[in-house]
């Protein structure tokens, strides 16, 4: 019954909004808590006795519309639901946890659901559209005239970038009449010429890259994850777990196209690039929330060139990071929260002496930033030594140490908030479930690295091996790397002039939709020449 | 005119959709060129694999060919969504003008809008 895990949260959403709030925040956990215990026993069924389908009202499969869950998907399912409680805690004192903000909170995670499980192009379709506008609505909800505007930018081009995938949904069902993707993706082995497939993965594919936010079209992701007074938790949600969905989607409708089509060189370079101009804006950046989701797109960028490696140890560590980006980039954003709701500004070179004034959160950030940069025994170390371990090719190991290096840079210029002179005064208390929140998300960051090996067993089944000599080697190199961050922020950074400038670098609305275009032309004419 | 099928206008549609939203500035244009491209969308769909003569498959007729019902059943899904989408994108277009008076898309975060 794998339609319980879209159908439920939405309408526990909607009880929760009916009943009086005193009795809504116990039900939103006791709810939240049984659904990932459910969501573990489907993880478990999944992992012992293969991929489960849901068919809708007794058709045959491949003609009904269905709800597939294999070892990827049942795992996003598993990630979301597991979050989602640390998510809950973390604001359920936060003066904007009333009853219209959690309905939202709660559809959102049904519709991510839905995508995540959905075998039917249409049905996607239709997920991503209500999500863009559940997302644009929680981007808006304090009405502030900054937001309006960065939630508005948000839902129009995400609106129309799903038009996209509808009319190349269209184009599928014009060639093959079925619209269910396993079942197009066994019939796509008996098409004659190739070509026909064009036009539809440039289409579909234009979504997708629009959605995990690539080079040219990531210019709505800072506006919407980095609005100021969106709640930090919505922030978290969107630059943790709802971002994914993009990715996910990408390893779909590749895995669709795979009999015909094979962009993973075009797509390794689209990451590379994402990833290097990711860090290079976040260098600008002095709002730390605009900081972190500058981030986002380069460490999406940095999933992307390891999906695209064409290796399975980079493919499912691009999978695992994108399990450990959940937590880490969380962590920051829930923290960042608690950080500027304190020192009332969210400018980076302002905030001083965090460890003095709030230990805990400090704490928390700094495991997170260890995990983010890939520091030895933190989760995103055994990541970014899968991925690395993907090629054996000299110049791609350069490229990921360059996207490396731009990340310990950026992490550098945040973790300077830690130290120095604390400015106002004593310690202070904040919210301890919010605290609490953060540090367990902090601290999952340490232990998914820990038991790394172990981890990935259980959840991929996929086995890894860390060599000894070679994960001391990367811990080296990442030391010479934190020293090299250090250099590079006193040297060039702190002084600021053309970085800041490249940092203020944005597309308009119809920079925005001419971007788009201009990549799917690309994406079609990069097709032609290869196929 | 055999060459202008409801698919091919369906496409042109789409494409002229995406003119208007890539050069125009103002909002409600932004929101009127979103419908002219749905529109080609729902156009194209609902003309695949349609063949003269075919009838709906409602009833018991057999002499003709039953036209395909899933395309025109997607796209009633299709068009409510839209209908959905474009009143809420008034409804946010509407809210922004009457409190800041801005009608167009400003051409940096920091400005936020010229205020014709």
């Known amino acids: ?531 | 005119m055999d060459f202008l099928t409801g698919e091919i206008v369906g496409i042109l549609l789409f494409f002229i959709g995406l003119f208007g939203l890539m050069t125009k500035k103002t909002i409600v244009k932004t929101i009127m060129s979103m419908s002219i491209m749905e529109s080609g969308i729902f156009l194209f769909y609902i003309t695949i694999n349609y063949t003269e003569g075919s009838v709906p498959p409602i009833g018991q007729t057999s002499e003709a060919a039953f036209a395909d019902p899933v395309p025109s059943a997607l796209m009633i899904t299709a068009i409510v969504i839209g209908i959905g989408v474009t009143a809420i994108g008034l409804t946010m277009f509407m809210h922004y003008k009457q409190k800041h008076g801005i009608t167009h898309w400003s051409r940096n975060r920091n400005q936020q809008g010229s205020g014709h």
């Open chain 1, 1 to 531: 019954m794998l339609g319980i895990f879209v159908l439920a949260p939405i309408l526990v959403g909607v009880i929760a909004y009916i009943i009086r709030d005193q009795w809504a925040k116990p039900l939103l956990f006791i709810f939240q808590i049984g659904y990932a215990a459910y969501a573990f026993s489907q993880f478990l069924v999944v992992k012992e006795s293969g991929p489960l389908v849901w068919n809708t009202g007794g058709y045959t499969d491949g003609i009904a519309l269905s709800l597939y869950a294999d070892s990827i998907s049942i795992f996003m399912v598993l990630m979301t639901a597991v979050i989602y409680i640390a998510f809950l805690i973390y604001s359920v004192n936060a003066e904007y946890f009333v009853s219209k903000f959690f309905f939202l909170f709660m559809v959102l995670q049904g519709l991510m659901m839905g995508l995540y499980l959905s075998s039917d192009l249409f049905n996607i379709f239709v997920f991503l559209e209500v999500s863009t506008v559940v997302v644009a609505i929680l981007i808006m909800i304090n009405k502030e005239k900054q937001a309006i505007y960065d939630g508005m930018i948000y839902f129009f081009v995400n609106v129309i970038g799903s038009s996209f995938l509808l009319f190349g949904a269209g184009m599928i069902y014009r060639t093959f009449g079925l619209l269910d993707i396993r079942a197009v993706s066994e019939a796509m082995t008996l098409l004659e010429g190739p070509k026909a497939m064009i036009l539809p993965y440039g289409l579909m594919m234009v979504t997708v890259s629009l959605k995990t936010a690539v080079t040219p079209l990531f210019s709505w992701l800072p506006k919407a994850h980095g609005t100021p007074s969106a709640p930090p938790v919505v922030s978290a949600v969107l630059s943790g777990l709802y971002i994914k969905s993009g990715v996910y989607l990408f390893i779909r409708f590749n895995e669709m196209y795979a009999p015909v089509i094979d962009m993973h060189q075009f797509f390794f370079w689209v990451g590379f690039f994402t990833s290097v101009i990711g860090f290079i804006m976040a260098l600008g950046q002095h709002d730390i929330k605009l900081i972190l989701a500058y981030h986002t797109v380069s460490q999406v960028g940095l999933i992307m060139v390891g999906l695209n490696m064409a290796s399975d140890y980079a493919f499912w560590g691009a999978v695992y990071h994108i399990f450990n980006h959940a937590i880490f980039k969380s962590t920051l954003f829930l923290t960042a929260g608690m950080i500027y709701h304190e020192y009332g500004t969210r400018d980076v070179y302002e905030i001083r002496g965090l460890i003095k004034r709030m230990p805990w959160v400090a704490l928390a950030t700094t495991f997170a930033m260890l995990g983010i940069t890939g520091a030895p025994f933190f989760n995103g170390s055994i990541s970014k030594y899968m991925i690395a371990h993907g090629t054996h090719d000299y110049g791609t190991t350069i490229l990921l140490n360059i996207i490396n290096i731009g990340t310990t840079m950026s992490f550098v210029k945040y973790a300077t908030m830690l130290f120095g002179e604390n400015t106002k005064g004593a310690r202070v208390k904040s919210d301890i479930y919010a605290i609490g929140a953060a540090l367990f998300l902090g601290v999952t960051s340490l232990m998914t690295g820990i038991f790394g090996e172990a981890l990935s067993e259980f959840l991929f089944g996929f086995e890894l091996h860390v060599n000894a000599s070679e994960y001391t080697q990367k811990g080296i190199v990442y030391l010479l790397m934190i020293v090299a961050g250090i250099g590079f922020y006193n040297g060039i950074i702190k002084h600021g002039g053309l970085i800041q400038r490249i940092g203020h670098i944005e597309l308009t609305f119809n920079g925005i939709i001419t971007a788009m275009a201009g990549y799917f032309i690309a994406l079609v004419l990069c097709l032609n020449i290869i196929l």
